[in-house]
Nanobody, 126 residues
Framework: VQLQASGGGLAQAGDSLRLSCAAS????????VAWFRQAPGREREFVAG????????VYADSVMGRFTISRENARSTVYLQMNRLKFEDTARYLC????????????????????WGQGTQVTVSS
């Protein structure tokens, strides 16, 4: 099982970045997928999640209106388009796939996600 995130890097406040996560998880199309982030010294926090079909998506208040999550089940890939980046978006971004089929729900608690990648670093300068 592997979730390989890419697309991170250095950005200035106001810039955009697009993260990708290529998954080799069995039955990817039957799993909710999410992005979490973790900054040094802080708890891992939910950023955005998307249901197995892509019908439903959920966002943290801090990124609502700026970030968009999407997925391509044919490619077993999930994306995170990040616009109007802020300094406080600086963190390591990790993609995760749900441990079980939760239908069209989008859990925001990390306990629901059984598969994790190593993540990609996003650093935003102010």
């Amino acid at each position: 099982v592997q979730l390989q995130a890419s697309g991170g890097g250095l950005a200035q406040a106001g810039d955009s970045l697009r993260l990708s996560c290529a998954a080799s998880v069995r039955a990817f199309s039957r799993r909710a997928v999410a992005w979490f982030r973790q900054a040094p010294g802080r708890e891992r926090e939910f950023v955005a999640g998307i249901s197995r079909s892509g019908t439903n998506d959920v966002y943290a208040d801090s990124v609502m209106g700026r970030f968009t999550i999407s997925r391509e089940n044919a490619r077993s890939t999930v994306y995170l388009q990040m616009n109007r980046l802020k300094f406080e978006d600086t963190a390591r971004y990790l993609c995760a796939a749900a441990a079980t089929d939760v239908g069209e729900d989008v859990p925001s608690h990390r306990a629901y996600y059984g598969y994790w990648g190593q993540g990609t670093q996003v650093t935003v300068s102010s």
